[in-house]
């Protein structure tokens, strides 16, 4: 379908609350709203009909729509848009909404409601949506008054993709969507009640620098707020410039390249040795848009006692992030893209450079660490490693993919073994640790990006969670690659019960799978299962060579492999698990 | 320890529901809550009491900063301030014990607002310490009931709380 944009208003002339929906997602240049029809939507449901400047993408259970719209936001950088109906069609959107939320996505989410007159009632698929989603988005609203319908549509595109961007719901009573106002769509709002800091102190970057450049043992730690901030170019010159080490978290990766000799691999609980130990040893630590969680430092009072003499710099658009895990000794409040350059403009003008003999035994102190290998894995097996397909993967797509996936160890070991050189190619729910957002996401990202290649890495748990989403990638023919590492357990949940509670696999084990190649014929798509590791290459080149056809490549993988290193629960980082120590 | 949070907020719905909601869903205490519009009508003013080490309160600052109904957070002890609470207490109040309860009242400078011949209603106001002495002084069994406003509080001369 040819999109075009809506035709001129005559002076004096209404729309409806629905038109008006339609004219304002126009005005924001959305070209996608992913949704699910219902009662109290039917009104904007009819406008969509009527108009061709937005498409609408019909997804199988509202959460697909809001991970599609989430995972096309990812790639992008643009903001997500969902639509669902009242009732249960948020509730079945919470999931989505909360993960965006976590990874601070920019989303406008618009939903449904009763009419005005009933709300309160306990009226036919009614709830408080307001106060349902309210600890899950960065700000919501309930439009009662259609003349404010398009203001709070743009206040709302306006928080979703400023300052730390994030979800935010706009619920539209079934009424106002079909009462008339007049319409104007503000070019630019501005609220008293919120203005991001962009631009970071220039006292304190200066003292950061300072400090950088003086540094004996640098690191510098790079999170999802470097993606989003779209400051993976500023990171790269830094870190060049300086020579110094560099690690990406799991929401991080890409913002640095991972084929680099100056990056050591992600960090955190299934982080490379070399990486937790630099982060550990460290006396100047310089953390970009990254937030000092459980899964990445471990137990802070580890982290802090392990190393007191260690100083810390910390940018981030938002403040709460700042000295709230750790104690942050140079705290600079801005959009990372802003204090990077500023950052960089200030080097360029200071002579001073870093103390080559001491980064020269920094790095051979990282070399020793590196020697541990500790990714390895037996490349001989009999049985298929799941590590081993993502290396394929990797060769077969160059590494110029966009990996989505979806939660446990297949997504620690995409984040692992898939080198990402570029930003916005790795997308995974790391924040809320959702099962299900693989396949919903890469519908998002192939309806951004139709000539790219998109694989979906998963496993046989998480991907019955959104299996339903199979058909509308049938719809809209989104020939999307499914790398399936088949293990018949919740691979991370054993994981788990192998090591903290002796062995006794608790309902972990997934008994009676379907026939995944079955399904995915089911669905009218391409399903293979490969169980033999001398054909996992010749799998992968046949199902990419399928251009226009989704292919379900279902892996039979080594039921016992764990994912290595592993920094147990509430351990400090340094006291990583690694594979020959069990 | 203690700190009194002022908090200039949207006049709009929900925005009530927003800040309490931020306490219990990050842990943070509330000893005392009160929330009434200012002079601006667009606005309302919400005084908070809570408890917490320095890094805590710090948190809570930034958190309530970050609601998009939130114009504006001042810790009021952080500088010097006036604090006060009201206080409604009804207690029996019947033969000897009622002159004695007058007396009582008067040295905290309370005031009697509704009498009945077993009961007396007094008025006080104060800091929470002076509320928390009265009700000491006060023999427990005679409390019928009190009803706390929470505190307000204001910064001292010059320093106001505005956009």
């Not at chain 2, 600052?61 to 001042?74: E, Y």
Request: charged fraction near 25%; glycine fraction near 8%; hydrophobic fraction near 40%.
């Amino acid at each position: 379908m040819e999109l075009k944009p809506p035709p001129a208003l005559a002076p004096g002339e209404t729309l409806t609350g629905a038109e008006i929906v339609m004219r304002s997602l126009a005005a924001e240049g959305v070209e996608f709203v992913f949704g699910y029809p219902g009662g109290a939507v039917l009104h904007i449901y009819d406008a969509f009909f009527k108009q061709k400047a937005v498409k609408h993408i019909l997804v199988r259970h509202e959460q697909g729509a809001i991970h599609a719209a989430d995972g096309y936001a990812r790639a992008t950088g643009k903001c997500g848009v969902a639509l669902v109906t009242s009732g249960p069609g948020v509730t079945n959107a919470i999931t989505g909404i909360a993960t965006a939320y976590m990874d601070s996505i920019p989303m406008v989410v618009l939903t449904g409601q009763v009419p005005t007159r009933a709300i309160g009632e306990d009226a036919f698929q009614e709830c408080d949506t307001v106060g349902i989603t309210r600890p899950a988005v960065k700000h919501n609203f309930l439009v009662r008054d259609v003349a404010q319908l398009a203001i709070t549509i743009k206040k709302a595109f306006h928080i979703a993709t400023t300052g730390r961007p994030g979800p935010v719901v706009v619920d539209i009573p079934k009424d106002v969507s079909n009462l008339p106002a007049p319409f104007h769509y503000p070019d630019k709002i501005s609220l008293r009640s919120y203005s991001p800091v962009m631009k970071g102190h220039g006292g304190q970057i200066k003292k950061a620098l300072q400090l950088l450049v003086e540094a004996k043992r640098p690191m510098i730690y790079v999170g999802g707020g470097a993606i989003l901030g779209n400051a993976s170019a500023e990171v790269t010159e830094l870190v060049r410039t300086l020579g110094y080490p560099v690690t990406n978290t799991l929401m991080g990766l890409g913002s640095y390249p991972g084929t680099d000799k100056l990056f050591v691999g992600m960090l955190g609980m299934h982080g490379t040795v070399e990486a937790n130990m630099a982060m550990q040893n460290s006396d100047v630590l310089l953390a970009v848009g990254a937030r000092f969680d459980d899964r990445v430092i471990g137990n802070p009072a580890h982290f802090a006692a392990g190393n007191p003499t260690r100083k810390i710099i910390h940018i981030d658009v938002d403040p709460s992030s700042i000295s709230k895990r750790v104690r942050v000794d140079i705290p600079i409040v801005g959009g990372v893209k802003e204090v990077l350059t500023e950052m960089l403009t200030q080097l360029r003008a200071n002579p001073q450079r870093p103390d080559e003999a001491a980064l020269a035994a920094w790095w051979a102190q990282i070399a020793t660490w590196r020697a541990k290998d500790c990714l390895k894995y037996d490349r001989a097996a009999k049985i298929i490693k799941p590590q081993a397909v993502i290396e394929k993967l990797y060769e077969i797509t160059k590494g110029e993919a966009y990996i989505t996936s979806d939660v446990g160890q297949h997504q620690m070991w995409a984040a692992q073994f898939y080198k990402f050189d570029k930003p916005r190619r790795w997308i995974n729910s790391g924040g809320l640790g959702t099962m299900g957002v693989g396949l919903p996401y890469a519908m998002g990202v192939k309806l951004a990006y139709p000539d790219a290649e998109v694989a979906c890495v998963t496993g046989e748990a998480s991907i019955q969670m959104c299996i339903q989403e199979l058909s509308t990638c049938k719809q809209y023919k989104l020939p999307v690659k499914i790398v399936n590492l088949n293990n018949r357990y919740m691979g991370m949940v054993r994981q788990w019960q192998e090591f903290f509670h002796g062995n006794r696999y608790a309902e972990s084990y997934m008994d009676a799978l379907p026939d995944f190649v079955k399904l995915a014929e089911a669905y009218g798509h391409v399903g293979m299962r490969i169980d033999d590791p001398s054909d996992v290459e010749g799998a992968l080149r046949e199902a990419f060579k399928m251009k226009d056809r989704l292919v379900f490549m279902d892996f039979i993988t080594d039921q016992t492999e764990n994912v290595f290193p592993m920094v147990p629960g509430g351990k400090g980082m340094s006291e990583m698990i690694l594979s020959e120590e069990l | 320890m203690r700190h009194i949070l002022s908090i200039l907020v949207e006049n709009e719905a929900g925005a009530l529901s927003r800040v309490a909601g931020l306490f219990s869903a990050r842990g943070y205490n509330i000893e005392t809550l009160t929330v009434a519009p200012t002079e601006d009508t667009t606005m309302s003013r919400m005084t908070i009491v809570t408890t917490g080490s320095d890094e805590i309160v710090e948190q809570i600052t930034k958190q309530l900063n970050k609601l998009v109904d939130v114009v504006k957070v001042v810790d009021l002890s952080e500088g010097k301030h006036i604090e006060r609470e009201l206080m409604l207490v009804k207690v029996r109040a019947a033969g000897k014990d009622r002159e004695e309860l007058k007396r009582v009242a008067d040295i905290f400078r309370g005031r009697i607002i509704d009498v009945t011949d077993k009961s007396y209603t007094i008025e006080l106001t104060g800091t929470t310490e002076k509320l928390d002495a009265f009700l000491e002084a006060l023999d427990r069994s005679a409390i019928l009931e009190t009803v706390r406003t929470g505190v307000s509080g204001i910064g001292r001369g010059e320093w106001v709380l505005k956009v």
